[in-house]
């Protein structure tokens, strides 16, 4: 089965510690994307990626950081530096690097920091 | 003018319902238009792409006007199973290379 996964589902920190996100695609996607929800809020990107190696800042990308080093995955660091990391994360991927084509999206992880 | 900008709602209808949903956006020289549809705690998933002439997928009509910059999405014959939050989105940003959505439009069918 083709699709987006993210792990953890939940995610529980202490304050002032790093958390690495995890997401992986096996669409064979050039782009991908994190985003951050709040509740009763839209979507907000993070950082994005339209090719390997390469990855640029979203809206709000302070106080986080990402890699892409595979085609596959795209891991979401959340640094000690972000203010408020309490959020629903969701990881998306398009075929095709503009936005232009319909993103498809990992289940997320809630990030709860304590 | 906010870039994507939709009624947060909630719109309360009975089943059976038609009920619309409108969503406007900033820039004039998008291309790509989506609406989404959003269940409570879940990922975002396409309901349907907004082309220029407009379509239609079963009980779901998009229409997009250009030069209103607005695009809006019927449902008609409301089910319960149509309750979520409806996301418009938009390649609003200069390079299109990334999508914008709107806040979305709660939608809640009752029987």
């Known amino acids: 089965d083709g699709g987006i996964t993210q792990s953890p589902k939940y995610l529980f920190r202490k304050e002032g510690q790093n958390v690495t996100l995890s997401c992986e695609q096996n669409l064979n996607h050039d782009a991908m994307y994190w985003y951050r929800q709040d509740p009763g809020q839209g979507l907000r990107l993070i950082y994005y990626s339209q090719i390997v190696n390469d990855f640029q800042k979203g809206d709000i990308a302070e106080g986080y950081s990402v890699s892409r080093e595979k085609k596959e995955s795209f891991p979401l660091t959340v640094t000690s530096a972000q203010k408020n990391p309490t959020a629903f994360y969701l990881c998306a991927s398009s075929n095709g690097g503009g936005g232009y084509n319909e993103q498809f999206f990992g289940p997320g992880t809630r990030l709860t920091v304590l | 003018r906010k870039e994507v900008e939709q009624d947060p709602g909630p719109f309360n209808v009975p089943e059976g319902a038609t009920v619309a949903f409108n969503c406007t956006y900033s820039?004039?020289?998008?291309?790509?238009f989506f609406w989404y549809r959003q269940d409570c705690r879940k990922e975002p998933k396409l309901l349907m792409s907004v082309y220029s002439s407009g379509n239609e997928d079963g009980r779901f009509t998009a229409q997009l006007n250009r030069a209103s910059q607005y695009i809006s999405l019927l449902i008609r014959d409301s089910k319960l199973s149509d309750s979520a939050t409806y996301l418009c989105?938009?390649?609003?940003?200069?390079?299109?290379?990334?999508?914008?959505f709107g806040k979305g439009t709660m939608l809640l069918v009752s029987p």
């Open positions: 820039n004039s020289a998008s291309q790509s």
């Open positions: 989105v938009v390649n609003i940003h200069e390079g299109y290379s990334t999508l914008t």
